[in-house]
């Protein structure tokens, strides 16, 4: 049977076993030479097309794997390499743009869309000249073919690349346009060399944010000019993480070949499907999620299907992931402890390509086609779907009632109210000298804490040695003056795997590995189920510190939002139904902590801000309720007990009234490498609470001088009075050494000292 129905955007490359990420650190690290990680990559490459094509996928990509990042391949294919690094060649000077070198500075690194895969930002200036280098594409072309597969090319749409670049030189990056356009024409004709006939994907996920007219017309030019390059290639332009209504209807009238948008993240594209008919275009239908880590709904998803089909001819139709399943661990297969129940319900990206095919066929063609396999796979898929409706171990009555029953959902008093009676009792001074939480995690600590895990460690033996960092953290930050202290967070591994590893509700997989960026991964732990709080999970450190001290131990917690947006989230809820789960076992644990004396907590919400949504209409609905939640989490501190949030970065000025909305009465954020600048907004527009903007760069090993630091808190004064500014570093100091961390913060409280004497 010929079939073209099922179409795969993108695949992971890292390996199920993270193989690429060790031979690239072998290779950094000089054990090995390069034609090792060359070697590693052609394996994967080859083992990754061979999963897809054992399962039935149509349409597999090349130049989808990377040795860092795509973005960074397809500022090579332009030949966009800032002067820094003109000078150097092949590997090096890949490897060089990544990372940096003795002599240059790496290119700067960002969030992809709302993902947490970061690109390299490639810098481009009126002056480069652009040419084309198709290498890499053709290299894996080639390698592909031979390996037996008939592939489709990926590279980044133009308007794509133009929009996440920055200008070296300032400027708008479009005016680069007429010099970036004409390479990629190059390269469609080098393309068209490689086949009678090709298929193209043209990742274009710019087009799903609310983009101004400037760029919404240059599309039509783009893809009529691309189009009419050769006959041979048929482009396919693929969206996704969002719908691209606006653009769509502007690439219906260009004679590209297929559109590729995401049912999953982007509904709306549903609401333009009768356009599509009108057109002759294929579409790429993303309909099995290529974010998440559970099983598709086949009931959902075929009448997704059905109401697509019965306006488009199913000639027209091929289903595909919703986006690259790079955003999904790699494969099931390694998770040999994972509780059986719940391990029925997920499917990472090797399980998805053969939902994807048999979903296409299932849909495209009829029940009647598939095999007996498939029609196993199916039943399972329906015995998963009613089981996660039923189960127990996701559905909690008590914690539902309790949800509902909310209605105590702000603190009492107002902030005014509040902070007079907290200055009084709390008696901290103007400047006062505080840290985000964490000290460094030796490897002392580390070892403790994994043969604790592994059962090498009595619980009695691993709580002496947490007690003991935490006392030489306590003496340090007495003997430093610093004014409030912390524990230090020996006993976290991370700020989100510590508190979901004590909800009820959260999972934890063995090997759920996704890129992050270059050769690093995360493990996200992910949110199956109803969560709740058995029993106190930070009472015990906090109250144990604090007995070590007269002064003032800060309790140390995750935001809702926090532990929401860098966990993989339940699909049967909304994901503002969950965060106001979380935030209720939040209020729990605020409650005891006031209770057991804890005077202040800091409720940390370092990724409120990744939680945004790409369409400007969708931050409303978004900001309510995460604002919302973040209120219920510290609704039940006391007027005297002060609550402290923190935010891992300093460009507040779009979201300042949200984060003043969030009533937290102090709030420390990363401004060490911006000086004052960012800190402008919280004066202009009359913020009212109190500020502890970081006054050294913890990314950083450099110690920071005293004078260097003087200067920068006079910087903050001539924005905000010293009765609102706190000082403290951008961020926790868990990643740096010890030898690095007690100087700088002795020169932080020294520098406060004299700063303190001048005014
Ligand atoms: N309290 C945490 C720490 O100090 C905050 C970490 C973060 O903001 N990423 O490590
Ligand atoms: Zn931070």
Known sequence: MSKNSSYVVGFPRIGEQRELKKALEKFWSKQCDFSEVKSVALELKQRHWAYQKDAGVDFISTNDFSLYDNMLDMAITLNAVPKRFQELKSEELYFSMARGNKNSVAMEMTKWFNTNYHYIVPELSLEDEYNLDASKIVEEYKEAKEFGIKPKINIIGPLTFLGLSKRSDGGDVYELYSKILPVYKALLKEIATLDTEVTLQIDEPILVKDLDVKVLSLLKPTYDALSKVSSNINIAVVTYFEHSNEATKILLNTPIWALGLDFIYGEENSEILEFTALSDKVLLAGVVDGRNIWKNDFQTTASLVKNITTLLPKERVILSTSCSLLHTPFSLKYEEKMDSEIKEWLAYGVEKLSELSLLAQLTLEGEAS????QKRELELNKRASESRKT??????KNLQKKVEEITKTVRDGTYEERIKIQKRQLGYADLATTTIGSFPQTQEVRQARRDFKSG????????KKMQEYIDECVAFQEECGL?????????????VEYFGEQLKGYGFSQNGWVQSYGSRCVKPPFIYGDISR???????????????TDKIMKGMLTGPVTLLNWSFVRDDMPRGDVSKQIALAIRDEVDDLQNT?????QVDEAAFKEGYPLRESKIAAYEEWAVRDFKIAVSAAKVETQIHTHMCYSEFNDIIRTIEAMDADVISIETARSGNELLKIFAEVGYKQEVGPGVYDIHSPRVPSVEEMVQQIEAL????PKEQLWINPDCGLKTRKWEEVKPSLINMVTAVHTVRNKI
């Open 391 to 396: 189960s127990t171990l996701i559905h909690d």
């Open 456 to 463: 090498l460690l009595s619980i009695e033996a691993y709580t």
């Open 597 to 601: 004396g804890i005077k202040m907590i």
């Open 483 to 495: 004014e409030i202290l912390v524990h230090g967070e020996p006993e976290r591994n991370d700020m």
């Open 534 to 548: 058995p029993k106190p999970m930070t009472v015990a450190w906090s109250t144990y510190a604090q007995s070590k």
């Open 717 to 720: 004064l001539e924005v905000l």
């Open 370 to 373: 598939l095999s007996e396999e």
